[in-house]
């Protein structure tokens, strides 16, 4: 479901990872946008959370303000953007998850996708 210009993402669903890795995401989720777009996976304490391009460029534009001379800012945007990866959909609607960001899932092979309305876990 999505809202012209915003998609957002809800219910639950399970798939199986393929012997590649690759996660088939849902066509209801990935219908509102272009095979191009770039998303971002984003380790956080146990799980992955799916960025679309409307909330990463969102993330981006907020560090973008952070003076390079805030030596805070910096450090957090380097520990944040060093364990997220960006990637698109093939044109089967998948994602390859590396073996990093399995194990730090605790993913074998079978995934649950939860919507969380801007993004997915």
Not at 32 to 51: K, R, W
Not at 104 to 113: M, W
Request: negative net charge.
């Amino acid at each position: 479901m999505s809202l012209p210009g915003k998609p957002f993402y809800t219910g639950t669903f399970r798939h199986t990872l393929d012997d590649k890795n690759r996660l088939t995401i849902p066509s209801a989720w990935r219908s509102a946008h272009s095979e191009d777009e770039t998303f971002l996976v984003v380790p956080l304490e146990g799980f992955l959370s799916i960025l679309p391009p409307l909330q990463a460029q969102s993330l981006y534009d907020r560090v973008a303000e952070k003076s390079l001379s805030d030596a805070e800012a910096q450090e957090a945007a380097a520990e944040f953007f060093g364990k997220t990866l960006s990637f698109s959909f093939d044109k089967s609607g998948r994602v390859m998850l590396t073996p990093e960001l399995c194990t730090h899932a605790g993913i074998a092979r079978d995934v649950v996708l939860v919507g969380s309305m801007t993004k997915f876990n």
